[in-house]
């Protein structure tokens, strides 16, 4: 059972690069969402999604795309990399509409923009 | 100022103390708190869940949420060397579904044989 499964694990990128974090689970979970984690900062909320077809932004969603055309995957796109979008991204699933079912977290991607 | 408060550590005890983890929060609607277990280079998983006031317990870990001071803890009994990680609270208002959590800026915690 892989649960939730992001690649890569590590990318550097150059400001003004466009790349794409892919993120897949294999739940059937409804739920999917994007999250960063800087020092200090604790996790924040980028960009979610109720189900294939439906998003909507979180707290940070400036510079970040998502699409969600599948149940199985959520990709999240930088349009263009700056500096400040250095960060561990965390992509989760859940069930839906139940606080008993927790968030899956994958294991994340270490982005750096130079 | 930000809805949820957590002390970032880092906080360094030695095996077999009682460990005692905390968050403050400021926003009313509030009813649903957890606390995440994140090892390094992993991501979090769901360690406790409380809705609204009360304890929960679960082996060697206590959940409290007292909402009249709008503070949460966590308590780690006969901490282990296992235990280290770094410990976040998480929270949720009615409504808002699980995937609208807030959460704090997570605590980094060593067990010292």
């Known amino acids: 059972n892989a649960g939730v499964t992001q690649t890569p694990k590590f990318q550097v990128l150059k400001t003004g690069q466009s790349m794409t974090l892919q993120c897949a689970q294999d739940?059937?979970?409804?739920?999917m969402s994007w999250y960063r984690q800087d020092p200090g900062m604790g996790l924040r909320l980028i960009h979610y999604?109720?189900?294939?077809?439906?998003?909507d932004q979180g707290e940070v969603p400036n510079g970040y795309n998502v699409s969600r055309s599948t149940t199985e995957d959520f990709p999240l796109r930088l349009l263009s990399a700056a500096p400040s979008q250095t960060s561990v991204y965390f992509c989760a699933s859940s069930r839906p509409s139940s606080y008993n079912s927790p968030l899956h977290f994958g294991n994340g991607t270490r982005l750096t923009v130079t | 100022q930000k809805e949820v408060e957590q002390d970032p550590g880092p906080l360094s005890v030695p095996e077999g103390a009682i460990v005692s983890l905390n968050c403050t929060y400021s926003n009313s609607a509030f009813q649903y708190f957890m606390w995440y277990r994140q090892y390094s280079r992993k991501g979090p998983e769901l360690l406790m869940y409380?809705?609204?006031?009360g304890n929960k317990e679960d082996g060697r870990f206590t959940a409290q949420v007292d909402k009249s001071s709008k503070y949460i803890s966590l308590f780690i009994r006969d901490s282990q060397p296992s235990d280290s990680a770094t410990y976040l609270c998480?929270?949720?208002?009615?409504?808002?579904?699980?995937?609208?959590?807030?959460f704090g800026q997570g605590t980094r915690l060593t067990i010292n044989p």
């Open positions: 998480a929270m949720g208002a009615v409504g808002e579904g699980a995937q609208k959590l807030v």
């Open positions: 409380t809705y609204s006031s």
């Open positions: 999604s109720v189900g294939a077809g439906i998003t």
């Open positions: 739940m059937n979970h409804e739920y």
